[in-house]
C-alpha cells in the first residue's frame, strides 16, 4: 500500500477477464483501446495486461499517447486517430503508428512526412459511415480514395485498415449500425479497385462487440467494456469493473441535531449523529451534482453522503453510534458494487451521465495502484 488517503485501485484479472468475455463473444480479436489514459486507469499497466490476456493491438485517440506507449516500450501495433494541425505525424511514423486518417488534408501531411523521412508511413482509413463526427466526409471519399491510391502507388502510405464508428452501438437492433458497416463494406470495395486495399476492416464499440458478433470484421474496438463498465446500461455481460476507488477516513466527528453540513448546509441532522469527512472532491471527480446521492461503504455498512460534495471532501452520515467506524478506516467510493457497495455506474445515473465520464474523470490525486495475479506477473506491485 502506499500512504496516499485516495486511491483507485485497478484489478489487472478483471481486466483480463474482460478481454476474455469479449474475445468469446465477438468471436474476433480485440484492439484495446486505451485513450485518456486507458479511461483513467492508466495506459501503460493496461496495455500490458490487455495484450498479456490476449488483445491483439492497441489503439488511442492522439499521436501523444500513442508515443507514451511507445516509451514504456510496448511495441505492439497502435492505432492513433485524432489529429490536428499541428500533429507531429513524422514523430508519429518514426514510432511506427498507425495513422487512421480523417481527411485529404491529413492524407497529404502524412504522405509528406513519409516522403522526407524516406520511408512508408502505416495509415488505416477512417470514414464517416454516419457518425458524423470524425471521418472522412462522403463528398470526399472518391478523391481521398484517389489520393490514397496515388501514396500508396509511390510507396508513401501502405494501408493496414478501414474503420468507422458507430453512432447506435448501444442500440444493438438500430438499423443504422448494420447500414454504417454495409458502407463500410461498399468503401472497401472501393479501395480495392483503386488499388488501394486495406488489410483488415474493424467497426465494433463495446456495446456492437458484445452484441453484434456480424459488424466485427476483422477486429472489434472496445474500450469501456475493458475496464468492465456498462456499455448498454442495463444489460448484463459478465464483465467486471476493474477500479475500485477508495479514501480513508480524515475525521470523524459528533455533531448535534439541527447542525448543518457543508456548504449552504443542504442538509441538516435531524438527531445527534457522527459524521466522517472522506478527502475526495470534485477535483479528484466526484461530480458535485451527485450531492446527496452517494451511497458508501465503510466496514460492513453502506451510509449516505451528506450535504455538498466540495472540491477536496465531502462528508457522510455514520448515525448516532459511529458503528466502530475510526478516522483512518477505509471507504469504498465505488469498485465492483459487491455487498451493496455502487459501482461507477451509479454514479454516472446518480448524475445523469455516463460510467465512462466517471471512470475517466477521477483525477491525478487518486494515486493508482495495481492488484491481481496480472500485476504480480507484469511486476506492478
Ligand atoms: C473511444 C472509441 C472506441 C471505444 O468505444 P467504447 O464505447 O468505449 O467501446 C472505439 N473506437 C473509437 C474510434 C473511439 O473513439
Redesign the pocket.
Known amino acids: 500500500m502506499t500512504s496516499a488517503a485516495l486511491t483507485a485501485t485497478v484489478d489487472l484479472d478483471a481486466i483480463a477477464h474482460n478481454i476474455s468475455v469479449l474475445r468469446e463473444t465477438s468471436r474476433t480479436d480485440v484492439l484495446a ?1 486505451v ?1 485518456a489514459d486507458a ?1 483513467g486507469h492508466g495506459a501503460v499497466p493496461v496495455a500490458r495486461a490487455a495484450l498479456a490476456a490476449g488483445a491483439a493491438e492497441l ?1 488511442v ?1 492522439v499521436i501523444g499517447e500513442g508515443l507514451a506507449l511507445r516509451a514504456a516500450g510496448i511495441d505492439a501495433h497502435i492505432t492513433t ?2 489529429h490536428t494541425n499541428s500533429a507531429d505525424f513524422a514523430a508519429a511514423i518514426a514510432a511506427d503508428l498507425d495513422l487512421a486518417l480523417s481527411s485529404r488534408r491529413q492524407l497529404a501531411a502524412v504522405v509528406a512526412a513519409a516522403r522526407s523521412a524516406g520511408t512508408t508511413a502505416t495509415a488505416s482509413v ?1 470514414l464517416d459511415t454516419g457518425l458524423g463526427r ?1 471521418g472522412v466526409a462522403p463528398d470526399e471519399w472518391a478523391d481521398f480514395a484517389d489520393d490514397l491510391a496515388k501514396a500508396v502507388a509511390e510507396g508513401a502510405v501502405q494501408v493496414r485498415a478501414l ?1 468507422c ?1 458507430l453512432a447506435r ?1 448501444d442500440e444493438p437492433d438500430h438499423p443504422l449500425n448494420s447500414q454504417q458497416a454495409a458502407r463500410l463494406d461498399d468503401a472497401r470495395a472501393d479501395l480495392v479497385r483503386v488499388g488501394a486495399a486495406p488489410e483488415i476492416m474493424h467497426i465494433a ?3 456492437a ?1 458484445l452484441t453484434r458478433p456480424d459488424l466485427a470484421r476483422d477486429l472489434v ?5 475493458i475496464y468492465g ?1 456498462a ?1 448498454i446500461p442495463g444489460r448484463d455481460f459478465g464483465l467486471i469493473p476493474a477500479m475500485t476507488l477508495r479514501a480513508q477516513v480524515a475525521l470523524v466527528k459528533r455533531i448535534a441535531a439541527g447542525q448543518g453540513v457543508s456548504y449552504g448546509h443542504t442538509w441538516v441532522a435531524d438527531r445527534d449523529t457522527t459524521i466522517a469527512v472522506i478527502p475526495a472532491g470534485y477535483a479528484d471527480g466526484v461530480p458535485r451534482p451527485a450531492s446527496g446521492r452517494l451511497r458508501i461503504r465503510i466496514g460492513d455498512r453502506v451510509v449516505d453522503q451528506v450535504g455538498r460534495i466540495c472540491m477536496d471532501q465531502f462528508v457522510i452520515d455514520l448515525g448516532p453510534e459511529a458503528g466502530g467506524i475510526a478516522e483512518g478506516d477505509w471507504a469504498e467510493l465505488f469498485g465492483t458494487g459487491a455487498d451493496g457497495g455502487q459501482r461507477a455506474q451509479d454514479w454516472a445515473d446518480a448524475v445523469g451521465t455516463i460510467d ?1 465520464e466517471i471512470v475517466s474523470g477521477i483525477g491525478a490525486r487518486a494515486v493508482r495502484e495495481y492488484v491481481g495475479a496480472a500485476a504480480d506477473r507484469l511486476g506492478l506491485r
Open positions: 483501446v485513450k479511461y489503439g485517440a486517430w485524432l477512417k470524425s474503420m464508428h452501438g464499440n463495446s456495446p462487440a474496438r472496445p474500450g469501456i467494456a463498465g456499455p465512462y
